[in-house]
């Protein structure tokens, strides 16, 4: 008899709920909300959420759509955005995530400070990411972009150098580049770094882990464009090799091999509780007991 279970640390993190929630509340009393980029990154609830009025837009859509209401997600925006809206007369919907949201009033701050400091900024994420975006806007551009190690030969290592990270980064991979900073600035200059990183995603590490490693077989449910989902699916993996990365129930097509007991079922910040519930099933249904 095969026993599922789903991960209570898994779904939607504050930010996400608090963005969600705005929207439901807004098409409660209105037949069409826009909101620029996918609200969360799962084509599913995006689609669940479609279907009440919610449109996602793009910001060249921004540019020319004038007296409508618009969300903003999580990740936040920069300041160019607020600009845009205030000309076309749109009304705002703020749904940053106040972690994001203190992020970037921190790092629009030593932005101003630095320009008398000569210090460089550089921000640990994911280039190209939403949240990085509305980060690097808070320094009018100037910001640093790190991904990977080699992307520090970007900065210049006798100027004072200021280290950020997107939210949802990894602890290890933050720590990684500090180090790799500390290894070759030159002596006499100053070096600082922020830990901001969100600790309701890194908390998460160890718990996804604990959970993959005392089951049989899992399934990690999220959407392709998770940036978060990648990270915490690589240490489901470490944890179990018996870890699937999956995007919906109807992935799963075939029994598990005879000897799996006992299945789990996680998934990224921003997977729906209401998501892996369908997985649940859907493994009940491909595996029924004897």
């Known amino acids: 008899m095969i026993e599922v279970e789903i991960d209570r640390g898994s ?101 101003q400070e630095s320009k008398t400091t000569n210090a460089q900024l550089a921000i640990y994420g994911k280039k190209g990411h939403a949240e990085v975006n509305g980060l690097v806007g808070q320094t009018e551009g100037t910001a640093i972009v790190v991904e990977k190690l080699e992307d520090l030969n970007k900065l210049d290592f006798t100027r004072n150098i200021i280290l950020f990270s997107q939210t949802t980064k990894s602890l290890d991979g933050f720590r990684e580049m500090e180090e790799a900073i500390l290894r070759r600035i030159s002596p006499g200059v100053t070096f600082h770094s922020f830990d901001t990183i969100c600790r309701q995603v890194a908390n998460r590490l160890p718990g996804i882990k604990k959970f993959a490693s005392t089951h049989d077989w899992v399934y990690f449910v999220a959407g392709e464009k ?17 870890s699937v990365f999956i995007s919906s129930a109807g992935e799963i097509t075939r029994p598990l091999p005879p000897s799996v007991k006992h299945v789990g079922v996680c998934g990224a910040t921003s997977t729906p509780k209401w998501l892996m519930e369908e997985v649940a099933v859907k493994i009940k249904e491909c595996n029924p007991n004897p």
């Open 11 to 111: 779904g939607f993190c504050f930010g996400v709920v608090n963005a969600i929630q705005s929207a439901e509340r807004e098409l409660n009393g209105t037949d069409i909300l826009y909101c620029l980029g996918d609200i969360v990154h799962n084509s599913l609830e995006v689609e669940r959420l479609k279907a009440l009025g919610l449109h996602t837009i793009g910001h060249e859509e921004l540019g020319w759509l004038k007296n409508k209401t618009v969300l903003l997600r999580a990740h936040g925006e920069p300041p160019s955005t607020y600009e845009t809206a205030q000309r076309n007369q749109i009304k705002i919907i703020d749904a940053t995530c106040p972690v994001v949201l203190r992020l970037q009033q921190k790092i629009h701050k030593c932005y």
């Open 226 to 242: 998770s940036s978060n989902g990648k990270m915490l699916f690589e240490e489901c993996l470490k944890a179990n090799p018996h």
